[in-house]
């Protein structure tokens, strides 16, 4: 059973789309971290949420984590091929030091 | 700064073979990490370390092993090699001060 919860598994869109992508738990996280991970290479820290209700932005990626940080959503806007690849959710348990991942949403933008 | 790095990028292992994974980082990072990564799994932790000397059991260390004397090497032993071991596994590292977590490039383990 995964400690948190990553919908959908799949998602496949043409460029100019946009999209979310929803990482949810039953527990409460101090913070939760968004990585991307392309294809033969390891994953690669977007952002990193830590208030409860707060919005951070990079660009067109939009991410925000619920007020009571049990769940957080990553929104793309207008969506371009190179945003494809494997979008991970994290949070790190009792003691910061060590992370749970979520299963990932693979994420496929169609020119 | 060259990161994490992993070798090899590649490897085919029969049944019952060992091999040892090699990790290092330049970044002068307490922490270390070893997942393992599944098709639909997500990331697992195998081991980690919060320092030289230091090495404790993740969620799934059953047929692995690792050692930590530098801060700057963290190697992930496989004895006895099983089909159950084929997957991708990953190296990982962060500071004491951040969330963040560092990757290597990860090594594609095939057990045959």
């Known amino acids: 059973t995964q400690l948190l919860e990553q919908s959908p598994q799949f998602l496949s869109i043409q460029e100019g789309e946009n999209l979310t992508v929803y990482c949810n738990s039953s527990?409460?996280?101090?913070?939760l971290q968004w990585y991307r991970q392309e294809p033969g290479e390891g994953p690669v820290l977007l952002v990193t949420?830590?208030?409860?209700?707060e919005v951070k932005k990079l660009k067109r990626l939009t991410f925000q984590f619920g007020d009571a940080r049990k769940d957080s959503s990553l929104h793309i806007t207008a969506a371009q091929p190179g945003d494809t690849g494997l979008y991970l959710c994290a949070g790190p348990k009792t003691n910061d030091y060590k992370l749970s991942f979520g299963a990932g949403t693979t994420v496929t933008v169609r020119a | 700064n060259a990161g994490v790095t992993q070798t090899p990028k590649f490897r085919i292992l029969k049944i019952g073979q060992s091999m040892t994974l090699q990790c290092a980082q330049d970044?002068?990072?307490?922490?270390m990490y070893w997942y393992r990564q599944d098709p639909g799994m997500g990331l697992k932790l195998i081991y980690y370390s919060v320092g030289a000397g230091i090495t404790d059991k993740g969620e799934v260390p059953n047929g692995y092993n690792v050692s930590r004397s530098t801060t700057e090497d963290f190697p992930l032993r496989l004895e006895l090699a099983a089909p159950s071991q084929t997957s991708v596994y990953f190296c990982?590292?962060?500071?004491?001060?951040?969330?963040?977590?560092?990757f290597g490039p990860g090594t594609r383990l095939t057990v045959t």
């Open positions: 990982a590292s962060k500071t004491g001060a951040k969330y963040e977590q560092y």
């Open positions: 527990s409460v996280f101090s913070s």
């Open positions: 949420v830590v208030t409860g209700g």
């Open positions: 970044m002068n990072h307490n922490y």
